[in-house]
C-alpha cells in the first residue's frame, strides 16, 4: 500500500503559524518531488511549494513566496511545509502529492496524494 498522509491542520489566527506534515509509506519516494498543493472551496487546486527529492531544490507559489517554507526528512520519509505569517486567504484544504519528476507545479504531474487537511485563517 503507498500512502501519503497529512497531519498539522487547524485553526490559527491571520499572522500565526502552522507546520504541516506529510509522511509516506508504502515504497520510497527516490526520484519523486514532494508538493504541497491547497484547494479552497468552490476553487481550483492549485500549487503552493514543491522540493526535490534527492537535491533539496524548492519552489514557491508567489502567493506563499517569503511565508511558507518546504523541507524535508528523508531518514523519516516525511515532508514539511512551514507557515508564517498567515492570511485568511490562505484558507484551504493542503494536500500533499508525489511526482515522478524532478520538480513540478502542475496538478496533471503528480502520481499520489494525501487526503488533505484542513487549515482554517481567522480574521
Known amino acids: 500500500q503507498v500512502q501519503l498522509v497529512e497531519s498539522g491542520g487547524g485553526l490559527v489566527q491571520a499572522g500565526g503559524s502552522l507546520r504541516l506534515s506529510c509522511a509516506a509509506s508504502g515504497r520510497t519516494f527516490s526520484g519523486y518531488a514532494m508538493g504541497w498543493f491547497r484547494q479552497a472551496p468552490g476553487k481550483e487546486r492549485e500549487f503552493a511549494a514543491v522540493i526535490s527529492w534527492n537535491a533539496g531544490n524548492t519552489y514557491y507559489a508567489d502567493s506563499v513566496k517569503g511565508r511558507f517554507t518546504i523541507s524535508r526528512d528523508n531518514a523519516k520519509n516525511t515532508v514539511y511545509l512551514q507557515m508564517n505569517s498567515l492570511k485568511p486567504e490562505d484558507t484551504a484544504v493542503y494536500y500533499c502529492?508525489?511526482?515522478?519528476?524532478?520538480?513540478?507545479?502542475?496538478?496533471?504531474?503528480?502520481?499520489?496524494w494525501g487526503q488533505g487537511t484542513q487549515v482554517t485563517v481567522s480574521s
Open positions: 502529492a508525489a511526482a515522478p519528476v524532478y520538480v513540478s507545479t502542475v496538478v496533471a504531474a503528480y502520481d499520489y
